[in-house]
């Protein structure tokens, strides 16, 4: 009696692992993190970058809110890895040198920056 339960879990099981990835399970091609020091996010940063996110080459942008001052972390996803590079390169020299928060941008191909902080 006990195996009756057995074989539905493992049908429902293999269905599961079937089935093909959510969008929002794919990993970011490019991903930007806007933190805070007790100030807020740089709002014309963030601004700017998603001036640049509206390219047609990014199928997709998730947000991810954290924290209590606006922290958030932007998932791009785009049609191609070389467009992820060239969109980090734009939005790199787009950043403020001494942004009011830290900022991060990586792209999966491990392209890496994190712009400093302004000092007071």
Known sequence: MKNALVIPLIAISACAQSAP???SARPCDLT???GSYAM???RPALAAV????ADRVVR???ERHQGREGELVLCARTRRPADAERLF???RS???????GPIRVHSASGLRF????QRR
């Open 60 to 62: 997709s942008i998730e």
């Open 94 to 100: 787009a950043l403020p040198t001494a942004p009011r």
């Open 21 to 23: 990835p959510s969008p």
């Open 89 to 91: 390169h734009r939005i």
């Open 114 to 117: 994190d712009a400093p902080p």
């Open 32 to 34: 930007v993190s806007f």
């Open 50 to 53: 998603r001036a640049i996110l």
């Open 40 to 42: 807020g996010i740089d």
